[in-house]
């Protein structure tokens, strides 16, 4: 590769002329930057990153702690981060926080040896200990925290408005007649927590009673739940509808409704949460809550940019966006005459529970 000293001699100026060209200070004539630039480009030439990062103080990267790198919501989210990256000029270096926690790696100090200008976190599996959110705290440099939350921390969060939406999704249920809702639920994380007063806060704005026996608490939202749901679905009186924490816990739902032999939507309804693309591939079509997953990476990114930049420097910030139900095949309706509609339900508000307008 062409150095700047090989591109001064090609010129026939100085190497610290050819190094205020490409940096783009002033007092370098016109003619002398475009033949400085134009040799450049015809020798492919790359500037030395870490040069530059102790010239400014930057590095044009960032870390991102990530896990669960098989999940389709997680590689959404991590598309939208890319995106806006991409657009800044920004390049990342990404490491599967758990599995190094577990072997007692210091990650903080991995990040801080790359001179990472600011962190991302998406969810992990092992919340940070005390000790790790105090490294965090002493990184000095932006931190935003991806869809969960943990603590009384004061970094940055960006995520799914999730008790609203939660409540708009159980709302239209009730408009179309369903009154046996139950549950499929994870309250282990943030996320799952709020669904789950968003779940109760409808029912009660419905007037609707809570039955024990139609909820489904579960401890992992992804993997070995079938007997647990179909314990409930074998009940001698099941829910007419579930609603699940994530598109993959309805999956399992769907996958026991038709072993068991139980008709969706006809005998049970079934509902998500996400949108991730295998509700569209699911017979029937799953009916689910669309989070925009890329769109939560993108903010979540140009939050950080603006944290870096210091075009955002006010005090911590919590962005909740919001999420829509969309209905699909995998629920009906059970009022009388009511058309069995699909498509996206926007949120109003009625009674503090979120409902259709």
Known sequence: MISMKEIGRICGVAESTVSKALSGH????AATRERIASVAREYGYQPNAMVRCMQTGRSRSIGIACNNFQCLFT???MDGVHRTLHEYGYDSYVICWDRLVQD?????SRFARRRVDGLLLLPMGQQPTSAYIAQLHAFRSPVVLVDQIWGNCDFDYVGTDNRTAMATLVGELYRRGYRRIGA?????VSSGEERRLGFFEAMAGCALPVDDRF???VENARYGNYDRIRRLLELPERPEVLVCFNDYLANDVLNVASDLGIRVPEELAVTGFGNLPLCEKLRPGLSTVDQRAENIGSVAARLLMERISGSETGPRREIRLPAEPLFRGSTGSRRAGMPESRGIVRAGRVHGAAFPG
């Open 104 to 108: 007692g790696v210091d990650l903080l």
């Open 26 to 29: 002033s007092g370098i004539k």
């Open 215 to 217: 909820l489904c608490e």
């Open 184 to 188: 499929v639920l994870f309250s282990q």
């Open 75 to 77: 590689g959404a989210v």
